[in-house]
């Protein structure tokens, strides 16, 4: 599974959305569509593009895999689920970790 990350500093009730309304972009700090790149159509808020938090401090990042379970070895042994649609691995027990079916 895949972890969203959200930009800590964005207040989500201040964004300026961009004035092109087929355009799913915010105005940033210059002024201009994050998406887009289209210029603002209109008076910015005196506050846009002021930080109002300071910045959080930096966490310390987890590798998504431990190191112990992606050993080329480790890798080169696992039994895929018989299930065509699941993306799980067949675990000791004799049953997918994904999906639960046992191996046939």
Not at 21 to 43: L, N, Q
Not at 71 to 92: F, Y
Request: charged share 35%; proline share 11%.
């Amino acid at each position: 599974m895949t972890e969203i990350l959200f930009d800590a500093d964005e207040d989500w009730e201040k964004r300026v959305l961009c004035s092109d309304e087929a355009c799913i972009g915010t105005i940033g700090p210059d002024g201009k569509c994050r998406e887009c790149g289209k210029p603002y159509e209109g008076a910015l808020p005196e506050s846009h593009g002021q930080k109002t938090n300071p910045p959080p401090a930096p966490k310390e990042e987890q590798p998504a895999v431990p190191e112990d379970d992606a050993s080329g070895e480790d890798w080169e042994k696992r039994v895929l689920c018989g299930d065509e649609a699941c993306i799980g691995v067949i675990g000791p027990d004799g049953k997918c970790k994904e999906c639960g079916r046992p191996l046939q």
